[in-house]
């Protein structure tokens, strides 16, 4: 079936620690790999995406992986700020990419 | 993503009304969506529409209807025979074009009482 499962659920790290949060998704079509943070009774936003003729992609401090044979990815972030605390939601395509599929979120709390 | 307008940012409903949500965008695109969010979950898919006059339901479509007669609004009705209306509702849109981003509302909190 069409699911994307994501963990851990929670995560606190300290700031200034990196945070890591992993995805797997079931379907071998997939090719998009977006990864949104959503701040409390905000919009989602798009942070980093990834594609599936890339291995990996950075931006700063987030960085994503893929790994397509294990059908699973993840979302790096270094240097963590209190700023980066939020829910980070996963997502793949399905459908020869017409829709997204979520993950179930990971609350992210940074501690200063 | 502020292309992207939803109203009214909170709503409330007695048990046993419809009730619309209104989503609207100015970014010309084609694809439209609509997520429901509930606390600990995920964006579940309800509807989604590529195309003016043509729509497709999503996960939980089971209690919703929509409508995409203009390429830039995709309203939501949620109907009585929803029986767990209370949560967040996202509408989104992108281009069209497969593995491209999607641009997110700011939402409606929808609460029946």
């Known amino acids: 079936g069409e699911n994307v499962e994501q963990h851990p659920s929670t995560l606190s790290v300290q700031e200034g620690d990196s945070a890591v949060i992993k995805c797997t998704y079931s379907?071998?079509?997939?090719?998009?790999f977006p990864w949104y943070k959503q701040e409390l009774g905000k919009r989602p936003q798009l942070i980093i995406d990834?594609?599936?003729?890339?291995g990996e992609k950075k931006d700063q401090r987030i960085a994503v992986t893929l790994n397509k044979t294990a059908k699973h990815f993840s979302l790096h972030i270094t240097e963590t700020q209190p700023e980066d605390s939020a829910v980070y939601f996963c997502?793949?395509?399905?459908?020869?990419?017409?829709?997204?599929?979520f993950g179930a979120g990971t609350i992210l709390r940074v501690k200063s | 993503d502020g292309g992207i307008t939803q109203s009214p940012k909170y709503l409330f409903r007695k048990e046993g009304q419809n009730v619309t949500l209104s989503c609207e965008q100015n970014?010309?695109?084609?694809?439209m969506y609509w997520y429901r969010q509930d606390p600990g979950q995920g964006l579940r898919l309800i509807y989604y529409?590529?195309?003016?006059?043509?729509?497709q339901k999503g996960d939980i479509a089971e209690g919703y209807s929509v409508s995409r007669e203009k390429k830039e609004s995709f309203p939501l009705t949620v109907t009585s025979a929803q029986k767990n209306p209370t949560a967040f509702y996202l509408c989104?849109?992108?281009?069209?074009?497969?593995?491209?981003?999607?641009?997110f509302g700011p939402g409606t909190r929808l609460t029946v009482l």
């Open positions: 997502a793949a395509t399905y459908e020869y990419g017409n829709k997204l599929v």
């Open positions: 379907d071998s079509a997939s090719n998009y």
């Open positions: 990834i594609r599936s003729n890339v």
């Open positions: 970014l010309n695109h084609d694809a």
């Open positions: 529409s590529q195309i003016v006059n043509d729509f």
């Open positions: 989104a849109s992108n281009n069209g074009l497969r593995y491209n981003e999607q641009f």
